[in-house]
């Protein structure tokens, strides 16, 4: 078995005093919030404070869209694949993220700079086809639009680096 | 009383009646893949959707109210349709490998699909790959053959309290799974296998030892030695077509010879003999401050369960072993030595309800360090299968009686079986043992029963002695906690992991059926009074053994040989 | 992050419940409720119009656009300036395809409203504002009576052609008062719907008065709200909950991520009054957790109106108390159904139940439980503050009031809409969202969701109300709309929400879990290329294909909830309309739109490649070879049919067939 590190939670347990299972799904946003991805240890935690079964807490952690069970990439992107960005080529944005980045919906790339997710609606349909990196919008976005976006990053991530 | 309309005759309906409810009651058979009659309806298979007049769509019989003036139709042609598109969609992604099956003939689709007459598979299978999990030593899960009715999920949460699987994913990536998917040996299952009693296809089964044990029964140069549990033989007719709470005690001797079983010895013997430890250590314990309430230790499930839920808490079990490992260390030593076999040569098999057993024999403190002491487990269902593929007519055997030194019992260890029988066999000669005299009636008619937390107080020579039985692991939640608060009038806690006890253990013949279990039971205690010997100390046999071998219960050998040890578990989950 | 708003641990938690009265609510209490004497009396104008004031469109869709950059920009235009203009970040005035809006108020002259204000724009736009003049480009129009002079050669916005034909109950405010500020809310009459509720009303004759309004529920349903309320309100218990239900989770919807981002106390009026109405003390408030800013401008609004004794014990002194707890959902699209939302805040997989018994009998902790959405609510401060008939000569005869929608796609004016029921859907679609753009035609708009249906050309006339909607195998749904021009494959749209429901499906009924996840397949075999296709496949293609109607209807006939009872719809629809687009890919194995990759090859003419190398630069996934001045090539194998190429070529030698 592997060596098992007990994250610490507490000032996140501690807003949630009460063994209540109502306050699993906020425990698990900010866990998540804190920590970037639930782990099993973090679910372990949580099911002692809460005496809520690993089980279940995986049962409802995998239900939602919103929980991950890795590490995000420095750079999230998250692509909207709602009705109106559908109309509007998202299709091709996502297939032209996957193939630029190598990755699929859920990955995270091998040098941990960008992880990809696809979300339901963002809610600017307005505004479509719509992606978000770190919570920074792109509007109207285009395969082709991708390439450069997608290298905006990589030299912010190179300014970042050297300096 | 409601009345209501169906398939255009009427009938009664009470108040709290479901649809599904009042089909039952007059015959009208309606079929159901996520049903359990105690527990909610989920509503997830529909499979049991009727036509109700008036309703737009169809309703699932099952969690809809029987209101007056219904008018209903179960077997329109839109109910059928509905259904056997159901059915289909169903085989879309289910393996066709019944030929190979270990539930082909028990199985409820494989069932549904004859009677609703699918004879192809009419979509394309279109689900991802899955994988076998065959970590655990009791069970093997196989989500390829899963239909998500989500039938174990509620009774390992509902009826257990244990939820070591449940959904995890969404929409066409649902699975059942434990967390992380992690293999079922790492996680908080205890093995109790309810979870494969109501599974409606071959997803959930006991690890086989059918193999090993016929290769053992092959190998000349074993000695193979045989044991069944009390509850086996109050159950085994129903794996051939007989009635429930048949005992075929002789029958079953006599198949487990026909097999190529050496020896046949008797698990109640055992019983008795764990009987006489047990109540020697209450007895202690009581007189010398040790930890009480003890809590019995026969079921390997409520161990575990112990072991990773209240490690701080495990001083409170009796530190017998179960009558499986009691029998299972005699076999392999005193029986070894007075028959002049080398240990190595024997093989021995127990014949279990359990499936926990198989979790249980595997412990490495069950053996002496060559091996160990039982080298395989088999169910209930397995022995049957066995029986069958050796071409033996169960039901044309003429009884025979079990072997010596191990195979006489009394009606104390027989009662073993069922939910209250060890504390009542244990009061017996615990009584004994404190005044020297028997029990005026030693049926102690208050312990037994179905409820989840039975209690009674017994009169011991003017001291009260506190006991409690818990049926099914889920209620023991409640007086550890009662105790852990201070409570302090109890003294002796049985616990059986499955409800019921051992007659309703995951390794039964397959039903879900409170009344199989009542008759069951029924047939152990009839047993118990017709026994020409009731108590455990009295058996004749087990006090040879002491006067030859052990010496007095606690003794330097019993303490070697009969009991053991437990250690916090930590699951990974 | 707290989720809870729980005032009793707010560090002036003794002031919540002040036994002096809020100078600012002083209005609305009992014994001055009646005399109107309000603190705002004296001061009418929305805005202090002493300074000018600029307010930037602050919502989502705002800030996509780049609304920060734009507020940037009108800092650094004032820095050296005298002039200090009042900055405020407000809602979403709707126009989402002129954002980013930037609206000025000129003392004494009407608020002024500027589209498509990016960071660039915005010093041209103030610096010819401050001589005096209008840049005409970029103005939208003026608010009426906003000021007191009108501008001269400006437009009114209300004659807008995208304001003119909507009818704005519930979108009244957004975007045009600050939302993080309770008192503009009040200057406009807020909350005094909630002091008339609590201090001449019972709540049965408030449940009475929400049903004679004839309400329906605008989350899909259409449930008369008042009869829902009735209901809990005579199931006896100890404890009711209310519920608000902000989970929008319709893609190509975003109403009411617009109505809480632009007016939160109208949502938290109403949800108070629907409280008091039922008789619950508990209230939550079920929000996406992809909506940040809604969540921090509502828990702005919710501190606000705790401070003013809105909200906690004996509100306006009327003896009723209610908390509201925000629960942020976690994404699931099934938690709109009212059982599954109710398993999620309760910490459970979002799962349906079997009903009844219904949530107005037993919900949330098996207690009587009502589930409202934003729009459903947002309409009730009108309805009570003006009376139910007031309300109700909006609208037809079963659908009353109006309908915010969603306009987005393939159209030239997109952002939210209201209009009253009734409401032909051509107005809606050549009016307000100026048609079609690019030239193209228009060939169908979806109409509520992945759970409703598209209509085509041949009923652009018909009337936008529960009941005609459904003529045509279409839904009111939530209120997305999106259009699709004659470049959208109606195969294509199916299987996106085919794709989407499967994938949304909670997995526990198997009609719904197995029938949608076969019905992809089926869908995706039919858009499949000949050529990665053995015999086989040909075999179970036409297997599926014969049987899909029966699938969809057993799927729609058995499925545990409304999710799976509706999911085949956007197949049945397009199916109904389309069928010659659906035969040319199951027969000819073409895709008349171009849309679908497996159909569609791209390839260069050689004769017409000048060698710009401008497609291979854009080719997101490296498919084009060649070198600048040579002819280039596509290689199929790695051509993932994204039509960059084709965008940007001059030559027109990238061509698709």
Request: aromatic share 6%.
């Amino acid at each position: 078995m592997e060596h098992l590190i007990i994250p610490d939670l507490d000032p996140i347990l501690k807003r949630y005093p009460d063994p209540n299972r109502e306050h699993l799904i906020p425990l698990l946003q900010d866990v998540q919030e804190e920590q970037g991805y639930l782990s099993k240890e973090s679910i372990g935690v949580i099911s002692r404070h809460l005496e809520v079964s690993p089980a279940k807490i995986y049962g409802v952690a995998t239900f939602y869209n919103q929980f991950r069970f890795s590490p995000l990439g420095r750079y999230h992107i998250m692509v909207c694949r709602g009705t109106a960005c559908h109309v509007k080529g998202s299709a091709n944005v996502l297939a032209a993220i996957c193939s630029g980045l190598k990755i699929q919906p859920g990955e995270t790339t091998r040098d941990g700079l960008f992880s990809l997710e696809v979300v339901a609606c963002i809610g600017a349909c307005g505004l479509a086809p719509l992606i978000s990196v770190n919570g920074e919008y792109h509007a109207g976005v285009t395969p082709a639009k991708i390439k450069r976006i997608l290298n905006s990053y990589r030299k912010r991530e190179e300014i970042h680096a050297n300096g | 009383m409601a009345q209501i309309n169906i398939n255009g005759q009427t009938f009664p309906a009470k108040a709290d009646q479901t649809v599904l409810d009042v089909c039952e009651q007059n015959g009208i058979e309606i079929p159901t893949l996520c049903h359990i009659k105690e527990l909610m309806p989920s509503g997830a298979c529909r499979m049991c959707v009727v036509e109700v007049e008036g309703a737009q769509n169809l309703v699932p019989s099952c969690s809809y109210p029987a209101t007056d003036g219904m008018v209903i139709k179960t077997h329109s042609d839109r109910a059928l349709q509905a259904r056997k598109t159901i059915i289909e969609l169903l085989q879309t992604n289910h393996p066709d490998d019944c030929l190979y099956c270990v539930r082909s003939g028990s199985c409820d689709l494989q069932e549904l699909s004859q009677d609703y007459g699918v004879r192809q598979r009419r979509f394309a299978n279109n689900s991802p790959e899955q994988h076998l999990d065959v970590s655990s030593p009791a069970l093997e899960r196989d989500p390829a053959k899963c239909i998500l009715c989500g039938k174990c999920v509620r009774v390992c949460e509902e009826v257990m309290g244990v939820s070591a699987i449940d959904f995890a994913g969404r929409g066409s990536n649902a699975t059942v799974s434990t967390p992380f998917n992690v293999g079922l040996n790492v996680s908080s299952c205890i093995s109790c296998g309810q979870c494969i009693s109501v599974c409606p296809t071959g997803a959930l089964r006991e690890s086989s030892s059918l193999k090993p044990v016929t290769n053992a029964l092959k190998d000349p140069e074993k000695t193979v030695v045989v044991q069944h549990a009390p509850a086996v033989s109050v159950s085994l007719a129903e794996e051939f077509g007989l009635k429930p709470g048949l005992d075929v005690n002789g029958l079953l001797v006599a198949a487990l010879r026909r097999l190529g079983f050496k020896y046949v010895f008797d698990t109640s013997f055992s019983a008795d003999l764990t009987i006489m430890e047990e109540a020697s250590e209450l007895v202690h314990r009581v007189q010398n401050n040790g930890a009480l309430p003890m809590f019995t230790s026969c079921s390997p499930g409520w161990i575990k369960y112990m072991e990773q839920s209240h490690p701080d808490m495990l001083d409170h079990l009796s530190s017998c072993k179960s009558p499986q490992q009691m029998m299972g260390a005699l076999i392999k030593n005193v029986f070894a030595e007075s028959y002049s076999l080398n240990p190595k040569d024997i093989y021995s098999v127990s014949v279990m309800p359990c499936t926990a057993k198989k979790f249980e024999a595997q412990r490495p403190e069950m053996g002496d360090g060559t091996g160990p002491d039982i080298d395989s487990v088999l169910t209930t269902r397995e022995l049957a299968r066995l029986i069958r593929a050796h071409g033996i007519a169960f039901d044309k055997l003429k009884p025979e009686v079990a072997d010596t030194p191990f195979g006489e019992r009394s009606g104390a260890g027989k009662i073993f079986g069922s939910s209250g029988g060890v504390i009542e066999a244990a009061l017996r000669t615990a009584h004994y043992l404190i005044t020297g005299t028997e029990l005026n009636d030693p049926n102690l008619k208050m312990l037994r029963g179905s409820e989840g937390i039975r209690e009674a107080v017994v009169d011991v020579q003017g001291l009260p002695v506190g006991v409690a039985v818990v049926s099914g692991v889920k209620h023991a939640e409640q007086l550890i906690q009662e105790v852990r608060d201070g409570r302090k009038d109890l003294h002796f806690i049985e616990v059986m992991t499955c409800p019921g006890g051992c007659i309703n253990g995951g390794g039964q013949p397959l039903h879900h059926d409170p009344v199989r279990v009542k008759a069951r039971a029924a047939a152990l205690y009839k047993i118990d009074e017709g026994a020409p010997v009731r108590v455990s100390h009295a058996n004749p046999e087990i006090q040879e053994l002491y006067a030859e071998y052990l010496g007095e219960p606690l003794g330097e050998k019993s303490h070697h040989l009969l009991h053991t040890h437990y250690s916090a578990r930590e699951t990974q989950f | 992050m707290v989720d809870h708003f729980d005032p009793a641990q707010h560090e002036s938690a003794d002031t919540f419940y002040p036994e002096v009265i809020h100078p600012k609510v002083a209005h609305l209490m009992p014994e001055s409720y009646q005399t109107q004497n309000s603190f705002f009396a004296d001061n009418p104008s929305d805005i202090d119009a002493t300074v000018p004031t600029i307010l930037i469109g602050a919502g989502t869709c705002g800030l996509s656009a780049g609304a920060p950059d734009t507020r940037q920009a009108v800092e650094n235009y004032f820095a050296d300036s005298d002039l200090k203009p009042r900055l405020i970040d407000v809602g979403c005035i709707g126009l989402c395809s002129e954002e980013p809006i930037m609206e000025v108020q000129l003392s004494g002259k009407n608020r002024l409203i500027f589209g498509k204000v990016t960071a660039k724009k915005a010093a041209t736009i103030l610096k010819s504002l401050e001589a005096g003049e209008v840049n005409s480009k970029h103005c939208l129009g003026q608010h009426r009576k906003s000021g007191e002079s009108a501008w001269d050669d400006v437009p009114f916005i209300d004659e807008h052609p995208f304001f003119r034909p909507q009818t704005r109950l519930v979108l009244e405010h957004c975007g045009v008062i600050d939302p993080d500020d309770i008192d503009e809310y009040l200057k406009r009459d807020g909350y005094q719907a909630l002091a008339k509720a609590l201090h001449t009303v019972t709540p049965a004759e408030l449940c009475k008065e929400v049903e004679l309004s004839g309400l329906r529920g605008r989350g899909g349903g259409g449930f008369l709200s008042g009869k829902k309320w009735t209901f809990a309100l005579n199931t006896p218990a100890d404890h009711k909950y209310m519920i608000c239900n902000a989970d929008e989770g319709d893609p190509g919807a975003f109403m009411d991520r617009a109505v809480i981002e632009g007016d939160p106390h109208r949502l938290i009026e109403g949800l108070i009054l629907a409280s008091y109405g039922i008789g619950a003390e508990t209230a939550y408030i079920y929000i996406r957790a992809e909506y940040p800013l809604a969540i921090e401008r509502l828990k702005t609004a919710l501190a606000q109106a705790t401070e003013y004794g809105l909200l906690g014990d004996d509100i306006l002194g009327s003896g009723f108390n209610l908390h509201i707890k925000i629960k942020k959902g976690a994404g699931a699209f099934v938690c709109g159904e009212e059982t599954a939302l109710i398993h999620s805040i309760e910490g459970k997989r979002g799962m349906p139940r079997p009903r009844p018994p219904f949530p107005a009998v037993s919900g949330l902790h098996a207690s009587p439980s009502v589930i409202n959405n934003v729009e459903t609510l947002a309409n009730i401060p009108y309805i009570v503050r003006e009376g139910a008939s007031a309300f109700n000569k909006y609208g037809t005869d079963t659908s009353k009031g109006t309908k915010v929608f969603a306009l987005s796609g393939k159209i030239s004016r997109t952002g939210l809409v209201e209009i009253a029921m009734g409401t032909p859907l051509r107005e809606i679609i050549e009016d307000i969202g100026g048609g079609i753009p690019n030239g193209k035609q228009y060939k169908a708009v979806q109409i509520g969701g992945p759970s409703g249906g598209c209509i085509p050309t041949q009923h652009l006339d018909i009337k936008v109300d529960y009941e005609t909607l459904k003529t045509v195998g279409a839904m009111m749904g939530s209120g997305g709309l999106v259009v699709m021009d004659e470049d959208t494959c109606m195969v294509d749209v199916a299987t996106f929400f085919m794709d989407f429901i499967q994938r949304e499906s909670c997995g526990k009924c198997i009609p719904c879990r197995e029938g949608t996840r076969t019905m992809l397949g089926i869908l995706k075999d039919i858009t499949r290329g000949r050529k990665s296709e053995d015999g086989v496949d040909a075999l179970d293609r036409f297997k599926g294909i014969m049987y899909m109607d029966r699938l969809a209807q057993v799927i729609k006939d058995t499925s545990l909830c409304g999710l799976g009872q509706s999911a085949p719809n956007p197949v049945l629809s397009t199916l109904r309309w389309f069928r010659d687009e659906y035969e040319a890919h199951v027969f000819d194995r073409k895709c008349p739109a171009g849309v679908c990759p497996e159909l569609v090859t791209y390839s260069i003419l050689d004769d017409k490649c000048n060698g710009c190398h401008a497609c291979a630069t854009q080719c997101p996934s490296d498919a084009i070879l060649g070198t600048k001045k040579n002819v280039h090539h596509i290689i199929p194998e790695n051509c993932i049919a994204c039509g960059a190429c084709i965008a940007v070529c001059t030559k027109q030698a990238v061509i698709k067939e």
